[in-house]
């Protein structure tokens, strides 16, 4: 087993403005109310628990009216000193693109654009898997918030191959709500969020997956943060939290229950700056 | 039938995305035809399929178009036509989109413009004011030309290989046809086509010369039947030497009987028309008084005699640089609405390739591998007749002129 090569370097982006202020997932209604110091002080607690785990991260400004900025793992692709910004399904969130742009391009990225009539989301619609014997897949998802066809588009801009599978169940509306690399072998994996296609594209890459029931999936199991053999994770089943130990995993549960009112959790609070998916210079 | 064109890129091998979206097609009830697929040498490059769906409800094919773009299989045509700009004289920019001969669309700055004249085999320049085919050759540096299969459209002929009306030919090829009546069938297509302010096209081989065909072309061209003649130095040759010898070939053309001396008629009739300098000059100087290429000088009907490697003489009119002869043939094809090759395989094959696939073409020969070898080098509209030159186009001339006339 050979741990993950990313996941030492985050950004994240504070919750001073967040809340659930418009509803574009099932899990966001309006008539919730987040508290906001609640929220700040899970969004600190997350951000140590990453930092004492041995990694670093890196803290962007919020915006006004654009409250799910917080959800950093949407801001785009991060490929080496590559950038790619997400362009946003719903127009509630598109602001945020120039912003993360901006930031990016400021950081010394060299920012590269997904042709305008496509959608992708960012890293919650695709996250690596580097196999044992080969380079790094990225496994996107498309239907709710990404078109199929920005993965090809991906896949030219950041000069890597990208597996697109069709995400079926509209709770689990991003890829990193059903799949989460542990390392070269292994994976958490959600087959609810998936078409029969998509099982057998995952079944093919991941030598051994860790298969979610429904309810676990449900739940968000998923959307967890791997820094070295800590997984940080907004919930830890009994029988999951036993496999990832059995892996020599350390399973740690962080409280972000004010953002899972936003449909979020500690993968979508994140974003990994320290990926590199080509294993050759992408194309110019 | 409703046919649509549709393209799926990326990794689409090992997404399973290509097995899916044939699924799809399966269970739409579609048919599909894998009309380019081009798997990714590793599984690093991405691959490229691009699927022709034929299905006989347009409706349940455009709802299927919409469920496979969900699926990044988008319609061809969805977007602009990529174009590069040739960088030399004579070469097609890497990747340049092939021509077929079926009628073609090409959007540019979101404007689908109709191909002005389609051709198999060829490149497409887009100018301010045409979109054209152009042969290897005809690229000039700066030509902005298309690239890929995005943006371009064809459509197929809207009736079975672009001929109305010609039902009784159900099968494509055979000799198991009452004559009479196809070119009965025949003459009402050119009639048709006239009518319609449509040009006719010969292409003729020398057997239509050796079979007693030529005066009943020579009467076809009289009439002002035929607007356009292709054919080589053979074709022409004999049709002169049967004027001024009685022979084609050395052979009598009203005996059927070989002529003392005969093996060299088309041999001074050929050295004969070079000392006059051109067929032209030959009929009006009175050494040529009848037939299909005095009839065309008479009628002033243009003709294009291309040459080939075993060609006697030649006659000075045969244009012996191939590509100039090519290039002389595609300038008089606009307006073509009826082909008739008679008797002719080479001839009938280069016509084949610069004609579009809208011009009705009706292949007669007493071999059947003619029609094959026309049809399986791209010209699917081409219905064969198979059945002696000189018999059909005396029935064609007397349909078409009276009899006797």
Not at chain 1, 138 to 156: C, H, I, K, Q, V
Not at chain 2, 275 to 289: L, N, P, Y
């Amino acid at each position: 087993m050979t741990e993950l090569a990313w996941g030492r370097r985050y950004l994240m982006c504070p919750p001073r403005h967040f809340g659930v202020l418009y509803e574009i997932n099932p899990w966001m209604h309006r008539e919730v109310v987040v508290d906001p110091d609640i929220a700040m002080a899970q969004w600190e607690g997350l951000a140590a628990t990453l930092r004492s785990a041995g990694a670093a991260v890196e803290v962007i400004e919020p915006q006004q009216h654009v409250p799910d900025m917080v959800f950093t793992a949407n801001a785009g692709l991060v490929s080496g000193r590559r950038f790619v910004p997400s362009h946003f399904r719903h127009p509630e969130r598109q602001a945020e693109t120039e912003v993360f742009a901006a930031w990016f391009a400021a950081a010394g990225h060299e920012v590269r654009r997904l042709p305008a009539a496509s959608t992708h989301e960012g890293a919650g619609d695709a996250l690596p898997f580097s196999p044992t014997d080969g380079p790094p897949v990225l496994l996107s998802g498309y239907r709710p918030r990404s078109d199929a066809a920005a993965a090809t588009e991906l896949g030219a801009l950041l000069g890597c191959p990208v597996r697109a599978v069709e995400l079926v169940d509209e709770r689990l509306y991003h890829v990193d709500l059903t799949f989460c690399p542990l390392d070269d072998r292994r994976a958490i994996c959600a087959p609810l969020g998936w078409d029969a296609y998509g099982r057998k594209v995952v079944e093919a890459l991941v030598p051994e997956p860790l298969w979610l029931t429904d309810d676990e999936a449900l739940a968000f199991t998923a959307n967890s943060v791997v820094v070295g053999t800590t997984v940080v994770m907004p919930v830890v089943p009994v029988r999951v939290g036993r496999q990832l130990e059995a892996w020599g995993f350390t399973p740690v549960a962080v409280d972000v229950g004010e953002f899972l009112k936003a449909g979020g959790g500690c993968r979508c609070l994140t974003l990994a700056l320290d990926v590199t998916l080509s294993s050759t210079s992408p194309a110019g | 039938m409703p046919t649509e064109t549709v393209v799926v890129a990326g990794h689409i091998v090992d997404s399973l995305i290509l097995a899916k979206v044939l699924d799809l097609v399966v269970d739409a009830g579609a048919d599909y035809v894998m009309a380019e697929v081009v798997i990714g040498r590793t599984n690093l490059d991405p691959s490229h399929a691009r699927i022709e769906l034929t299905h006989d409800d347009a409706d349940a094919l455009d709802a299927l178009c919409e469920r496979l773009a969900v699926h990044g299989a988008s319609r061809v045509g969805d977007i602009d036509a990529e174009l590069v700009v040739a960088d030399r004289d004579g070469v097609l920019p890497a990747g340049f989109h092939a021509t077929t001969n079926l009628a073609t669309d090409v959007r540019v700055g979101g404007r689908w413009r109709s191909v002005e004249n389609p051709e198999m085999d060829c490149g497409l320049v887009i100018s301010d004011d045409a979109v054209r085919t152009v042969p290897m050759h005809g690229v000039r540096a700066g030509d902005r030309v298309v690239v890929g299969h995005g943006g371009v459209r064809t459509h197929a002929p809207s009736s079975a290989r672009g001929v109305r009306n010609f039902e009784f030919m159900t099968s494509e090829v055979s000799s198991e046809k009452p004559k009479a009546l196809l070119v009965v069938q025949v003459a009402e297509r050119v009639r048709a086509a006239r009518a319609a302010g449509r040009r006719v096209l010969a292409v003729c081989g020398p057997a239509v010369v050796h079979t007693g065909g030529a005066p009943d072309v020579a009467r076809l061209v009289r009439a002002g039947w035929i607007d356009v003649l292709f054919a080589g130095n053979g074709f022409a040759t004999h049709d002169m030497e049967s004027n001024v010898h009685g022979t084609s070939l050395g052979v009598s053309v009203t005996s059927g009987g070989g002529v003392e001396g005969g093996h060299s008629n088309h041999l001074r009739l050929i050295n004969e028309v070079r000392r006059h300098g051109s067929i032209a000059a030959a009929v009006e100087a009175g050494f040529i008084t009848g037939g299909t290429m005095y009839e065309c000088v008479r009628a002033g009907v243009p003709f294009v005699l291309g040459g080939s490697i075993r060609d006697d003489g030649p006659l000075p009119d045969v244009l012996t640089d191939v590509v100039a002869a090519a290039d002389a043939m595609r300038a008089l094809v606009a307006g073509v609405g009826v082909a008739l090759m008679l008797a002719s395989t080479l001839h009938a094959i280069a016509t084949g390739n610069v004609l579009p696939a809208g011009v009705e073409t009706f292949c007669v020969d007493i071999n059947q591998a003619v029609v094959t070898k026309l049809a399986d080098r791209g010209s699917h509209q081409a219905l064969g007749v198979v059945t002696d030159v000189g018999p059909f186009v005396g029935g064609l001339a007397d349909e078409l002129c009276g009899i006797g006339s």
